[in-house]
């Protein structure tokens, strides 16, 4: 095992590999529980970017060794696994991401290649420190709080019947203020490190998802 993993981070700290993303536009994408993150991810996807979503990776791999995908910080299942590959990798999750796209796109020809890679989402100041090393940039959406939690109370899932006060203080674990371990869960850190900042205020997904397309210049 210890080989394997040796093997593994060498690859991820080659040059040639780093340098095989010198050409690909990346997005990485952050941002607060309810706030539209899926939807901006959506939309590069109809614009012809590949997407690597973080979460349903961590969820799996939470799912099969805990039997649980609670969230809530650093100590919640979703976290401890999380940590684990921001341990192991440069970029944590975002390391996935990359090595997605080195595996599955980058033995192919210019024409079958997607217009770029979206990652989301980040939740790690490594994470981000290791998009911004390759070139990519990094976009954080937010809203109002109580927005957000409309939002997430309003999807109908058994685990969305909380109340407003419960929201926020989950939403305080995953902030984890203060937070700058780039091992460690930390959106508050992550937050402060946005290259791009996006608004969501309105009841919209389309035009939000217009509105985040002007911003990005795909239109």
Known sequence: MADKILLQQEIVNDQRYIDSFKDVTIYGVAGTNGSGKDSLMDMLVDHGFLLFNTSDSLRQISMAVFKSVDRGGNNAPLGIVGNAFRTAYPGGMVELGLLDWWMRVGVLSADLRPKGLVIGSIRGTGEAKRLKQVGGKLIVVDADPQVRYNRLTGRGR??????????????????????????????????????????????????????????LNLV
Do not use: Y
Not at 198 to 212: L, M, P, R, T, V
């Open 158 to 215: 058994a685990d969305d019947h909380i109340t407003f006060e419960q929201f926020m203080e989950k939403e305080a674990g995953d902030m984890a203020v203060g937070e700058t371990d780039p091992t460690k869960f930390g959106m508050a850190a992550v937050i402060d490190m946005a290259d791009i900042r996006i608004e969501n205020n309105g009841n919209d997904i389309e035009s939000f998802k217009a509105q985040a397309a002007k911003t």
